[in-house]
Protein backbone atom coordinates (compact mmCIF):
# COMPACT_ATOMS: atom_id res chain seq x y z
CA UNK A 1 0.00 0.00 0.00
CA UNK A 2 1.80 3.49 -1.13
CA UNK A 3 2.30 5.68 1.84
CA UNK A 4 1.80 9.10 0.01
CA UNK A 5 -1.82 7.68 -0.69
CA UNK A 6 -2.62 7.53 3.40
CA UNK A 7 -0.10 10.09 4.53
CA UNK A 8 -2.53 13.04 5.40
CA UNK A 9 -5.21 11.05 6.71
CA UNK A 10 -2.53 9.47 9.14
CA UNK A 11 -1.14 12.62 10.01
CA UNK A 12 -4.60 13.59 10.83
CA UNK A 13 -0.96 8.51 8.80
CA UNK A 14 33.60 -5.90 -27.39
CA UNK A 15 35.72 -7.45 -30.91
CA UNK A 16 37.00 -3.96 -31.44
CA UNK A 17 39.60 -2.18 -29.69
CA UNK A 18 42.43 -2.93 -28.21
CA UNK A 19 43.03 -1.28 -24.63
CA UNK A 20 44.16 -2.05 -20.73
CA UNK A 21 43.67 -4.56 -18.37
CA UNK A 22 39.77 -5.34 -17.69
CA UNK A 23 38.16 -2.88 -15.14
CA UNK A 24 34.22 -3.61 -15.64
CA UNK A 25 32.97 -0.48 -16.70
CA UNK A 26 30.04 -1.11 -18.02
CA UNK A 27 29.03 -2.38 -14.31
CA UNK A 28 28.85 1.37 -13.10
CA UNK A 29 27.43 4.51 -13.94
CA UNK A 30 29.94 5.95 -11.54
CA UNK A 31 32.82 4.70 -13.50
CA UNK A 32 31.39 5.28 -16.57
CA UNK A 33 30.72 9.03 -15.34
CA UNK A 34 34.32 9.35 -16.13
CA UNK A 35 34.86 8.09 -18.95
CA UNK A 36 32.46 10.89 -20.17
CA UNK A 37 34.71 13.41 -18.70
CA UNK A 38 38.05 11.72 -20.33
CA UNK A 39 36.75 12.17 -23.48
CA UNK A 40 35.83 15.71 -22.72
CA UNK A 41 39.58 15.91 -21.96
CA UNK A 42 39.79 14.64 -25.67
CA UNK A 43 37.62 16.60 -27.44
CA UNK A 44 39.55 19.64 -26.08
CA UNK A 45 43.07 18.47 -27.00
CA UNK A 46 41.71 17.17 -30.14
CA UNK A 47 40.64 21.19 -30.97
CA UNK A 48 43.89 22.54 -29.92
CA UNK A 49 45.34 20.16 -32.26
CA UNK A 50 43.16 21.28 -34.65
CA UNK A 51 43.84 25.16 -33.78
CA UNK A 52 47.97 24.18 -33.95
CA UNK A 53 47.24 22.98 -37.30
CA UNK A 54 45.03 25.49 -39.16
CA UNK A 55 47.30 27.98 -37.80
CA UNK A 56 50.65 26.24 -38.96
CA UNK A 57 48.51 26.09 -42.81
CA UNK A 58 47.79 29.51 -42.38
CA UNK A 59 51.47 30.80 -41.82
CA UNK A 60 52.70 28.18 -45.08
CA UNK A 61 49.48 29.90 -47.12
CA UNK A 62 50.35 33.37 -46.28
CA UNK A 63 54.28 32.39 -47.69
CA UNK A 64 52.94 30.89 -50.71
CA UNK A 65 50.71 33.67 -51.90
CA UNK A 66 53.78 35.95 -50.94
CA UNK A 67 55.96 33.74 -53.10
CA UNK A 68 53.59 33.49 -55.74
CA UNK A 69 53.16 37.01 -56.56
CA UNK A 70 56.75 37.99 -56.31
CA UNK A 71 57.94 34.57 -58.80
CA UNK A 72 55.31 35.92 -61.33
CA UNK A 73 56.44 39.42 -61.26
CA UNK A 74 60.27 37.54 -61.22
CA UNK A 75 59.59 35.14 -64.44
CA UNK A 76 58.07 38.12 -66.43
CA UNK A 77 61.61 40.22 -67.00
CA UNK A 78 64.26 37.88 -65.13
CA UNK A 79 67.23 39.39 -66.11
CA UNK A 80 66.08 43.04 -65.62
CA UNK A 81 64.11 41.50 -62.04
CA UNK A 82 67.95 40.35 -61.10
CA UNK A 83 69.52 43.69 -62.08
CA UNK A 84 68.54 44.98 -58.67
CA UNK A 85 70.97 43.99 -56.39
CA UNK A 86 68.55 43.92 -53.47
CA UNK A 87 66.52 40.86 -55.26
CA UNK A 88 69.94 39.12 -56.38
CA UNK A 89 70.78 39.63 -52.67
CA UNK A 90 66.92 38.51 -51.50
CA UNK A 91 66.69 35.72 -54.03
CA UNK A 92 69.81 34.02 -52.32
CA UNK A 93 68.75 34.38 -49.24
CA UNK A 94 65.45 32.79 -49.59
CA UNK A 95 66.91 29.52 -50.99
CA UNK A 96 69.30 28.90 -48.68
CA UNK A 97 67.77 30.39 -45.54
CA UNK A 98 64.17 30.79 -45.30
CA UNK A 99 63.08 27.46 -47.68
CA UNK A 100 64.67 25.62 -45.28
CA UNK A 101 62.65 27.72 -42.44
CA UNK A 102 59.35 26.28 -44.57
CA UNK A 103 60.91 22.60 -44.76
CA UNK A 104 60.65 22.72 -41.04
CA UNK A 105 57.35 24.31 -40.44
CA UNK A 106 55.87 21.52 -42.98
CA UNK A 107 57.67 18.95 -40.90
CA UNK A 108 56.97 20.00 -37.62
CA UNK A 109 54.68 17.86 -36.30
CA UNK A 110 51.72 19.33 -34.53
CA UNK A 111 49.70 16.36 -33.21
CA UNK A 112 52.28 15.66 -30.60
CA UNK A 113 50.30 17.44 -27.52
CA UNK A 114 47.45 15.55 -28.73
CA UNK A 115 48.85 11.96 -29.37
CA UNK A 116 50.72 12.93 -25.66
CA UNK A 117 47.17 13.22 -24.01
CA UNK A 118 45.91 10.49 -25.36
CA UNK A 119 48.69 7.67 -24.35
CA UNK A 120 48.04 9.05 -21.09
CA UNK A 121 44.42 8.96 -21.43
CA UNK A 122 44.34 5.15 -23.11
CA UNK A 123 45.01 3.83 -19.65
CA UNK A 124 41.69 4.41 -18.40
CA UNK A 125 40.06 3.14 -21.18
CA UNK A 126 37.62 0.06 -21.55
CA UNK A 127 38.48 -2.85 -23.36
CA UNK A 128 37.33 -5.71 -25.48
CA UNK A 129 35.05 -7.46 -22.77
CA UNK A 130 34.00 -3.85 -21.65
CA UNK A 131 31.83 -3.46 -24.37
CA UNK A 132 31.64 -6.89 -25.13
CA UNK A 133 29.89 -6.88 -21.55
CA UNK A 134 27.88 -3.52 -23.06
CA UNK A 135 26.45 -5.05 -25.81
CA UNK A 136 25.38 -8.06 -23.88
CA UNK A 137 23.96 -5.59 -21.67
CA UNK A 138 21.79 -4.08 -24.34
CA UNK A 139 20.54 -7.86 -25.51
CA UNK A 140 19.80 -8.58 -22.28
CA UNK A 141 17.64 -5.49 -21.62
CA UNK A 142 15.85 -6.38 -25.15
CA UNK A 143 15.12 -9.63 -23.52
CA UNK A 144 13.57 -8.68 -19.80
CA UNK A 145 11.57 -5.87 -21.16
CA UNK A 146 10.37 -7.21 -24.27
CA UNK A 147 11.78 -4.51 -26.34
CA UNK A 148 11.99 -4.81 -30.33
CA UNK A 149 15.38 -3.98 -32.58
CA UNK A 150 13.56 -1.00 -33.96
CA UNK A 151 12.68 0.72 -30.78
CA UNK A 152 15.93 0.09 -29.19
CA UNK A 153 17.84 1.10 -32.18
CA UNK A 154 15.84 4.31 -32.30
CA UNK A 155 16.62 5.33 -28.58
CA UNK A 156 12.62 4.73 -28.16
CA UNK A 157 12.62 4.57 -24.41
CA UNK A 158 10.97 5.20 -21.30
CA UNK A 159 11.87 8.26 -19.57
CA UNK A 160 15.46 9.14 -20.78
CA UNK A 161 16.40 12.43 -21.17
CA UNK A 162 19.51 12.07 -24.07
CA UNK A 163 17.59 10.40 -26.76
CA UNK A 164 20.13 8.57 -28.66
CA UNK A 165 20.48 5.99 -31.18
CA UNK A 166 22.18 2.76 -33.10
CA UNK A 167 23.47 2.97 -36.69
CA UNK A 168 23.49 0.42 -38.93
CA UNK A 169 26.92 0.04 -37.98
CA UNK A 170 26.81 -0.41 -34.60
CA UNK A 171 23.57 -2.74 -35.20
CA UNK A 172 26.28 -4.85 -37.45
CA UNK A 173 28.35 -5.04 -34.10
CA UNK A 174 25.63 -6.35 -31.86
CA UNK A 175 24.86 -8.78 -33.90
CA UNK A 176 29.09 -10.07 -34.26
CA UNK A 177 28.94 -10.19 -30.77
CA UNK A 178 25.88 -11.98 -30.12
CA UNK A 179 27.57 -14.72 -33.45
CA UNK A 180 30.51 -14.82 -31.25
CA UNK A 181 28.74 -16.40 -28.25
CA UNK A 182 26.80 -18.50 -31.01
CA UNK A 183 23.85 -16.67 -29.86
CA UNK A 184 22.08 -17.11 -33.33
CA UNK A 185 18.73 -15.49 -32.24
CA UNK A 186 20.02 -12.33 -31.75
CA UNK A 187 22.51 -12.21 -34.28
CA UNK A 188 19.61 -12.34 -36.76
CA UNK A 189 17.25 -9.56 -34.76
CA UNK A 190 20.76 -6.87 -35.37
CA UNK A 191 21.88 -8.10 -38.34
CA UNK A 192 18.01 -7.81 -39.95
CA UNK A 193 17.67 -4.27 -38.09
CA UNK A 194 20.98 -3.19 -39.56
CA UNK A 195 19.84 -4.41 -43.12
CA UNK A 196 17.06 -2.67 -42.89
CA UNK A 197 18.47 0.68 -41.77
CA UNK A 198 20.54 0.17 -44.78
CA UNK A 199 17.76 -0.45 -47.15
CA UNK A 200 16.18 2.39 -46.11
CA UNK A 201 19.17 4.36 -47.45
CA UNK A 202 21.33 5.13 -44.23
CA UNK A 203 24.47 6.34 -45.07
CA UNK A 204 27.17 4.10 -43.08
CA UNK A 205 30.66 1.91 -43.65
CA UNK A 206 28.78 -0.94 -42.77
CA UNK A 207 29.10 -3.83 -45.65
CA UNK A 208 25.71 -5.23 -47.33
CA UNK A 209 27.92 -8.28 -48.34
CA UNK A 210 29.24 -8.91 -44.39
CA UNK A 211 25.48 -8.79 -43.03
CA UNK A 212 23.96 -11.00 -45.07
CA UNK A 213 27.04 -13.34 -44.95
CA UNK A 214 26.21 -13.34 -41.03
CA UNK A 215 22.73 -13.07 -41.24
CA UNK A 216 22.01 -16.33 -43.37
CA UNK A 217 24.52 -18.67 -41.73
CA UNK A 218 22.58 -17.55 -38.37
CA UNK A 219 18.78 -18.36 -39.90
CA UNK A 220 20.40 -21.67 -41.28
CA UNK A 221 21.71 -22.09 -37.59
CA UNK A 222 17.73 -22.15 -36.16
CA UNK A 223 16.61 -24.55 -38.99
CA UNK A 224 15.00 -21.80 -41.79
CA UNK A 225 16.66 -23.28 -44.35
CA UNK A 226 14.49 -21.27 -46.89
CA UNK A 227 14.93 -17.57 -45.47
CA UNK A 228 18.64 -19.07 -45.51
CA UNK A 229 18.53 -19.82 -49.07
CA UNK A 230 16.76 -15.90 -49.87
CA UNK A 231 19.38 -13.97 -48.19
CA UNK A 232 22.36 -16.32 -49.67
CA UNK A 233 21.16 -15.16 -52.93
CA UNK A 234 20.51 -11.91 -52.50
CA UNK A 235 24.39 -11.20 -51.10
CA UNK A 236 25.34 -13.34 -54.63
CA UNK A 237 23.52 -10.90 -56.48
CA UNK A 238 25.46 -7.93 -54.63
CA UNK A 239 28.75 -10.43 -55.15
CA UNK A 240 28.72 -13.11 -57.02
CA UNK A 241 31.97 -14.81 -56.63
CA UNK A 242 31.66 -14.45 -52.62
CA UNK A 243 33.44 -18.25 -52.82
CA UNK A 244 31.57 -18.97 -48.92
CA UNK A 245 27.90 -18.05 -50.17
CA UNK A 246 28.51 -19.92 -53.33
CA UNK A 247 29.48 -23.08 -51.21
CA UNK A 248 26.73 -22.29 -48.94
CA UNK A 249 24.01 -22.12 -51.78
CA UNK A 250 25.23 -25.36 -53.00
CA UNK A 251 24.83 -27.07 -49.87
CA UNK A 252 21.57 -25.86 -49.01
CA UNK A 253 20.24 -26.95 -52.43
CA UNK A 254 21.47 -30.25 -51.59
CA UNK A 255 19.51 -30.44 -47.95
CA UNK A 256 16.55 -28.72 -49.49
CA UNK A 257 17.00 -31.51 -52.33
CA UNK A 258 17.52 -34.45 -49.74
CA UNK A 259 14.36 -33.27 -47.68
CA UNK A 260 12.12 -33.39 -50.37
CA UNK A 261 13.68 -37.00 -51.65
CA UNK A 262 12.44 -37.87 -47.66
CA UNK A 263 8.60 -37.37 -49.04
CA UNK A 264 8.55 -35.55 -45.65
CA UNK A 265 4.58 -35.04 -44.79
CA UNK A 266 3.41 -31.10 -45.56
CA UNK A 267 2.00 -31.40 -41.59
CA UNK A 268 5.84 -32.51 -40.64
CA UNK A 269 6.89 -29.45 -42.92
CA UNK A 270 4.14 -27.01 -40.74
CA UNK A 271 5.35 -27.94 -38.13
CA UNK A 272 9.03 -26.93 -38.70
CA UNK A 273 7.52 -23.51 -40.37
CA UNK A 274 6.15 -22.98 -36.88
CA UNK A 275 9.05 -23.62 -34.84
CA UNK A 276 11.23 -21.35 -36.56
CA UNK A 277 8.99 -18.49 -36.13
CA UNK A 278 9.41 -18.67 -32.69
CA UNK A 279 13.31 -18.34 -32.24
CA UNK A 280 13.52 -17.36 -28.32
CA UNK A 281 15.76 -18.77 -26.07
CA UNK A 282 13.94 -21.82 -24.36
CA UNK A 283 14.27 -19.83 -20.80
CA UNK A 284 13.21 -22.16 -17.76
CA UNK A 285 9.74 -21.09 -15.81
CA UNK A 286 11.54 -19.18 -12.87
CA UNK A 287 13.41 -17.07 -15.80
CA UNK A 288 9.95 -16.30 -17.63
CA UNK A 289 8.59 -15.32 -14.29
CA UNK A 290 11.17 -13.11 -13.73
CA UNK A 291 11.45 -10.79 -16.32
CA UNK A 292 7.36 -10.68 -16.36
CA UNK A 293 7.95 -9.26 -13.04
CA UNK A 294 10.97 -6.88 -14.30
CA UNK A 295 8.46 -5.55 -16.53
CA UNK A 296 5.42 -5.48 -14.14
CA UNK A 297 3.28 -8.11 -15.15
CA UNK A 298 2.04 -11.43 -13.90
CA UNK A 299 1.87 -9.95 -10.19
CA UNK A 300 -0.16 -12.55 -7.74
CA UNK A 301 -1.16 -10.43 -5.04
CA UNK A 302 -5.24 -10.75 -4.73
CA UNK A 303 -7.51 -7.88 -3.43
CA UNK A 304 -8.42 -10.28 -0.77
CA UNK A 305 -4.49 -10.13 0.22
CA UNK A 306 -4.05 -6.82 -0.75
CA UNK A 307 -6.80 -5.25 1.95
CA UNK A 308 -4.46 -7.29 4.55
CA UNK A 309 -1.01 -4.69 3.64
CA UNK A 310 -1.39 -1.02 5.63
CA UNK A 311 1.07 1.73 6.25
CA UNK A 312 2.09 2.76 9.91
CA UNK A 313 3.92 5.23 12.04
CA UNK A 314 6.87 2.31 13.43
CA UNK A 315 8.48 3.09 16.89
CA UNK A 316 10.70 -0.17 16.84
CA UNK A 317 8.91 -1.92 19.23
CA UNK A 318 9.05 0.72 21.93
CA UNK A 319 12.51 1.82 20.81
CA UNK A 320 13.84 5.01 23.01
CA UNK A 321 15.18 6.96 19.76
CA UNK A 322 11.76 6.38 17.87
CA UNK A 323 9.04 6.75 20.42
CA UNK A 324 8.24 10.53 19.85
CA UNK A 325 9.57 10.47 16.13
CA UNK A 326 8.26 7.08 14.92
CA UNK A 327 9.05 6.65 11.36
CA UNK A 328 6.90 5.60 8.09
CA UNK A 329 6.49 2.37 7.43
CA UNK A 330 4.58 0.51 4.80
CA UNK A 331 3.60 -3.46 3.90
CA UNK A 332 4.45 -4.58 0.58
CA UNK A 333 3.79 -7.90 0.76
CA UNK A 334 2.34 -10.75 3.03
CA UNK A 335 4.35 -14.07 2.92
CA UNK A 336 6.86 -12.91 2.64
CA UNK A 337 6.81 -10.30 4.65
CA UNK A 338 8.10 -7.42 3.20
CA UNK A 339 7.93 -4.21 4.61
CA UNK A 340 9.13 -0.44 3.45
CA UNK A 341 10.44 2.53 5.56
CA UNK A 342 10.21 5.50 4.02
CA UNK A 343 12.55 8.74 4.03
CA UNK A 344 14.91 6.35 6.08
CA UNK A 345 18.03 7.88 4.77
CA UNK A 346 18.71 11.02 3.94
CA UNK A 347 19.89 13.03 0.50
CA UNK A 348 23.19 13.77 2.34
CA UNK A 349 23.58 10.41 4.08
CA UNK A 350 23.00 9.21 0.52
CA UNK A 351 25.55 11.40 -0.73
CA UNK A 352 28.36 10.54 2.08
CA UNK A 353 27.96 6.69 1.46
CA UNK A 354 28.31 7.50 -2.35
CA UNK A 355 31.24 9.79 -2.38
CA UNK A 356 33.14 7.01 0.62
CA UNK A 357 32.52 3.70 -1.90
CA UNK A 358 32.77 5.33 -5.06
CA UNK A 359 36.62 4.92 -4.72
CA UNK A 360 36.75 1.40 -4.02
CA UNK A 361 34.00 0.07 -6.86
CA UNK A 362 35.02 -3.17 -7.66
CA UNK A 363 33.10 -5.86 -9.82
CA UNK A 364 30.30 -7.32 -7.57
CA UNK A 365 31.08 -10.91 -5.78
CA UNK A 366 29.39 -13.53 -4.68
CA UNK A 367 29.72 -16.72 -2.57
CA UNK A 368 31.09 -19.49 -4.16
CA UNK A 369 28.83 -22.38 -2.01
CA UNK A 370 31.87 -24.95 -3.13
CA UNK A 371 34.80 -22.91 -1.79
CA UNK A 372 32.70 -20.56 0.22
CA UNK A 373 35.03 -17.36 -1.04
CA UNK A 374 34.11 -14.61 -2.44
CA UNK A 375 34.17 -14.46 -7.04
CA UNK A 376 32.64 -12.72 -9.70
CA UNK A 377 29.76 -13.96 -11.89
CA UNK A 378 27.83 -13.70 -15.03
CA UNK A 379 24.85 -13.54 -13.50
CA UNK A 380 25.71 -10.46 -10.78
CA UNK A 381 26.37 -7.56 -13.00
CA UNK A 382 27.26 -4.38 -10.76
CA UNK A 383 29.93 -2.31 -8.97
CA UNK A 384 29.73 -2.82 -5.05
CA UNK A 385 31.73 -1.43 -2.17
CA UNK A 386 32.02 -2.69 1.50
CA UNK A 387 31.88 0.13 4.50
CA UNK A 388 32.66 -0.39 7.92
CA UNK A 389 31.07 1.88 11.00
CA UNK A 390 34.50 2.54 12.33
CA UNK A 391 35.39 4.86 9.63
CA UNK A 392 32.45 7.60 9.36
CA UNK A 393 29.91 9.13 11.98
CA UNK A 394 27.42 8.33 8.60
CA UNK A 395 27.97 4.22 8.57
CA UNK A 396 27.77 3.98 12.15
CA UNK A 397 24.72 5.75 13.07
CA UNK A 398 22.96 3.98 9.91
CA UNK A 399 23.88 0.99 11.18
CA UNK A 400 22.22 2.02 14.39
CA UNK A 401 19.20 2.84 13.14
CA UNK A 402 19.07 -0.42 11.03
CA UNK A 403 19.39 -2.24 14.81
CA UNK A 404 17.22 -0.10 16.09
CA UNK A 405 14.02 -0.86 13.75
CA UNK A 406 14.93 -3.97 13.40
CA UNK A 407 15.59 -5.66 16.60
CA UNK A 408 18.66 -7.35 15.68
CA UNK A 409 21.89 -6.82 16.47
CA UNK A 410 24.24 -5.61 13.86
CA UNK A 411 27.69 -6.45 15.21
CA UNK A 412 27.32 -9.72 13.84
CA UNK A 413 26.72 -8.23 10.82
CA UNK A 414 28.21 -8.08 7.58
CA UNK A 415 29.65 -4.60 6.58
CA UNK A 416 27.55 -2.03 4.57
CA UNK A 417 27.89 -2.86 1.01
CA UNK A 418 27.00 -0.23 -1.57
CA UNK A 419 26.28 -1.18 -4.70
CA UNK A 420 25.95 0.71 -8.42
CA UNK A 421 24.56 -0.85 -11.43
CA UNK A 422 25.05 0.49 -14.43
CA UNK A 423 24.23 -0.49 -18.38
CA UNK A 424 21.83 -3.41 -17.85
CA UNK A 425 23.11 -3.76 -14.36
CA UNK A 426 21.54 -6.91 -12.92
CA UNK A 427 21.47 -9.19 -10.19
CA UNK A 428 19.26 -13.01 -11.33
CA UNK A 429 17.56 -15.04 -9.04
CA UNK A 430 19.08 -16.32 -6.21
CA UNK A 431 18.85 -16.79 -2.22
CA UNK A 432 20.65 -14.48 0.08
CA UNK A 433 21.18 -17.11 2.82
CA UNK A 434 23.18 -20.16 2.71
CA UNK A 435 21.17 -23.53 1.62
CA UNK A 436 21.98 -26.77 3.42
CA UNK A 437 23.88 -27.84 0.77
CA UNK A 438 26.76 -25.09 0.97
CA UNK A 439 27.55 -25.66 4.65
CA UNK A 440 30.76 -23.82 4.11
CA UNK A 441 28.81 -20.62 2.26
CA UNK A 442 29.43 -18.03 5.84
CA UNK A 443 32.23 -20.50 7.83
CA UNK A 444 35.05 -17.55 7.29
CA UNK A 445 32.64 -15.00 9.27
CA UNK A 446 31.71 -17.48 11.90
CA UNK A 447 28.11 -15.79 12.49
CA UNK A 448 26.01 -18.54 11.18
CA UNK A 449 23.49 -18.08 8.44
CA UNK A 450 22.29 -14.91 6.98
CA UNK A 451 19.12 -14.38 9.10
CA UNK A 452 17.78 -11.01 7.43
CA UNK A 453 18.76 -8.66 4.63
CA UNK A 454 18.23 -4.64 4.61
CA UNK A 455 18.11 -3.16 1.78
CA UNK A 456 18.58 0.88 0.94
CA UNK A 457 17.44 2.19 -2.19
CA UNK A 458 20.18 5.40 -3.01
CA UNK A 459 18.27 6.66 -6.34
CA UNK A 460 15.65 6.83 -7.99
CA UNK A 461 15.71 4.80 -11.70
CA UNK A 462 13.60 5.91 -14.45
CA UNK A 463 13.16 2.91 -15.91
CA UNK A 464 13.49 -1.06 -14.68
CA UNK A 465 15.86 -1.76 -11.66
CA UNK A 466 13.40 -3.51 -9.52
CA UNK A 467 13.86 -5.94 -6.43
CA UNK A 468 11.60 -8.98 -7.75
CA UNK A 469 10.70 -12.01 -5.56
CA UNK A 470 9.51 -14.87 -8.80
CA UNK A 471 8.93 -17.52 -6.06
CA UNK A 472 5.52 -15.20 -4.99
CA UNK A 473 5.37 -12.95 -8.15
CA UNK A 474 6.53 -9.81 -6.04
CA UNK A 475 8.25 -6.74 -7.28
CA UNK A 476 9.59 -3.85 -4.70
CA UNK A 477 10.57 -0.91 -7.27
CA UNK A 478 13.31 1.55 -6.24
CA UNK A 479 12.03 5.22 -4.47
CA UNK A 480 14.85 7.12 -3.13
CA UNK A 481 15.59 7.56 0.42
CA UNK A 482 13.45 4.31 1.54
CA UNK A 483 14.54 1.14 2.65
CA UNK A 484 12.95 -2.80 2.57
CA UNK A 485 13.72 -5.51 4.93
CA UNK A 486 12.65 -9.31 5.07
CA UNK A 487 13.71 -12.15 6.98
CA UNK A 488 15.40 -15.05 4.90
CA UNK A 489 15.34 -17.47 7.77
CA UNK A 490 12.16 -18.65 9.45
CA UNK A 491 12.52 -18.74 13.63
CA UNK A 492 13.49 -22.49 13.98
CA UNK A 493 16.49 -21.58 11.64
CA UNK A 494 15.47 -23.06 8.38
CA UNK A 495 15.89 -21.22 5.30
CA UNK A 496 12.81 -19.63 3.72
CA UNK A 497 12.50 -20.29 -0.05
CA UNK A 498 10.10 -18.05 -0.62
CA UNK A 499 12.91 -15.04 -0.24
CA UNK A 500 14.47 -15.93 -3.51
CA UNK A 501 14.96 -12.70 -5.24
CA UNK A 502 16.35 -10.62 -8.28
CA UNK A 503 17.43 -7.24 -9.09
CA UNK A 504 15.84 -6.09 -12.59
CA UNK A 505 18.21 -4.57 -15.29
CA UNK A 506 18.12 -0.99 -15.29
CA UNK A 507 16.55 -0.06 -18.35
CA UNK A 508 17.29 3.68 -17.87
CA UNK A 509 18.64 5.44 -15.51
CA UNK A 510 21.18 4.83 -12.80
CA UNK A 511 20.69 2.74 -9.98
CA UNK A 512 22.54 3.15 -6.46
CA UNK A 513 21.63 0.69 -3.35
CA UNK A 514 23.33 -0.40 -0.46
CA UNK A 515 22.33 -3.22 2.13
CA UNK A 516 23.17 -4.90 5.23
CA UNK A 517 22.87 -8.81 5.69
CA UNK A 518 22.27 -9.26 9.58
CA UNK A 519 23.73 -13.11 10.95
CA UNK A 520 22.32 -15.53 13.18
CA UNK A 521 24.73 -14.91 16.10
CA UNK A 522 23.92 -12.03 18.69
CA UNK A 523 19.70 -12.70 17.96
CA UNK A 524 19.09 -15.82 20.29
CA UNK A 525 16.97 -13.16 22.63
CA UNK A 526 15.98 -11.12 19.81
CA UNK A 527 14.53 -13.72 17.65
CA UNK A 528 13.84 -16.77 19.84
CA UNK A 529 14.09 -19.95 18.40
CA UNK A 530 10.70 -21.61 17.53
CA UNK A 531 10.07 -25.56 17.07
CA UNK A 532 8.10 -25.70 14.47
CA UNK A 533 10.77 -25.76 10.85
CA UNK A 534 8.29 -23.12 9.03
CA UNK A 535 8.04 -20.50 11.56
Not at 299 to 313: E, G, I
Request: aromatic share 10%.
Amino acid sequence: MAFNKVWCALALGFLLPFSCAHTDFFTSIGHMTDLINTEKDLVVSLKDYIKAEESKLEQIKKWAEKLDQLTATATKDPEGFLGHPVNAFKLMKRLNTEWGELESLVLKDMSDGFISNMTIQRQFFPNDEDQTGAAKALLRLQDTYNLDTDTLSRGNLPGVKHKSFLTAEDCFELGKIAYTEADYYHTELWMEQALKQLDEGEVSSADKVYILDYLSYAVYQQGDLGKAMALTKRLLELDPEHQRANGNMKYFEYIMAKEKEGNKSSTESEEQEKETEVKKKDYLPERRKYEMLCRGEGLKMTPRRQKRLFCRYYDGNRNPRYILGPVKQEDEWDKPRIVRFLDIISDEEIETVKELAKPRLSRATVHDPETGKLTTAHYRVSKSAWLSGYESPVVSRINTRIQDLTGLDVSTAEELQVANYGVGGQYEPHFDFGRKDEPDAFKELGTGNRIATWLFYMSDVAAGGATVFPEVGASVWPRKGTAVFWYNLFPSGEGDYSTRHAACPVLVGNKWVSNKWLHERGQEFRRPCTLSELE
